[in-house]
């Protein structure tokens, strides 16, 4: 029998008395290459009615460090989180293509860094939160990847580079995983470990999980007790299937936004 994976830390996030609402969004993977999608998130941080928003990852489609924030695309969203965050709460947990976001950019905008996983405890709820991507256990080659790029060795190895090395190996990696990806449809990719996705909303004392990475929303019980809720990703790019989605927490419980028609 297979050992358990270890438990990470469940760190805490307490919704101050005055929230009314929390929005939830991940995998709108920015880029210049998606205009439409980066207006509608524009647009949702200017207009949104909740008073904090939680980026649960992979809000870029990449990200080579905070010192690419000053010129062009990167510009342009770091000054609309800080425009955002001089009014609201905003927080940002690391996903799978923008590891390297990092407390420089995020300081700098007023973005709040959320550990993965963190507890949101909000309007008498404890709810757990991931990008979702540590929970695909079985994607093996992936964990790997995944332990090798978080390692500060690495880390410090790569943003040592120059900037047009980095945006090179970034193309490579991104190729790599279009590659693995093509012939797939969104259904056959590797989901998140579920009896694990148990074991941490156990520990925890969280009886709903939502996370973002898979790109197939829906509310799913995983066992008695205990449900997941994933967020959609966005693509306003796409016009074969335009989407966008946030998902609202309120005293009242969570609803899903619809953003697009």
Not at 82 to 100: H, I, K, P, Q, W
Request: charged share 25%; with cysteine; glycine share 6%.
């Amino acid at each position: 029998m297979p050992t358990p994976s270890p438990l990470p830390t469940f760190w805490e996030l307490v919704a101050p008395a005055d929230w009314t609402a929390v929005d939830l969004i991940s995998d709108l993977h920015l880029s210049a290459q998606t205009p439409r999608t980066f207006e509608a998130w524009a647009a949702h941080l200017r207009s949104t009615p909740a008073s904090a928003v939680i980026i649960l990852g992979d809000l870029f489609e990449v990200w080579i460090g905070d010192d690419a924030r000053h010129e062009g695309f990167e510009a342009q969203c770091a000054d609309v989180l800080a425009e955002a965050a001089s009014r609201l709460t905003v927080a940002f947990m690391c996903g799978n293509r923008d590891f390297l976001v990092g407390g420089e950019m995020l300081r700098e905008c007023g973005v709040r860094a959320l550990p993965d996983p963190t507890v949101l405890v909000a309007f008498g709820e404890r709810l757990l939160l991931s990008h979702g991507d540590a929970l695909c256990l079985d994607d093996r080659e992936y964990q790997q990847f995944r332990a090798q790029v978080r390692s500060l060795a690495w880390q410090r190895e790569f943003l040592g580079r120059p900037l047009e090395q980095r945006h090179a190996l970034a193309r490579a990696m991104r190729h790599h995983s279009e590659q693995c990806k093509r012939g797939k449809a969104v259904e056959d990719w590797v989901d998140i470990d579920k009896g694990t996705a148990v074991r941490w909303m156990h520990e925890a004392s969280t009886p709903t999980l939502i996370h973002g990475h898979t790109h197939r929303p829906q509310h799913e019980d995983l066992a008695p007790g205990f449900v997941r809720e994933v967020l959609s990703d966005w693509d306003l790019d796409d016009a074969r299937q335009p989407r966008a989605e946030v998902m609202r927490l309120r005293r009242s419980g969570l609803a899903r936004v619809p953003l697009a028609g």
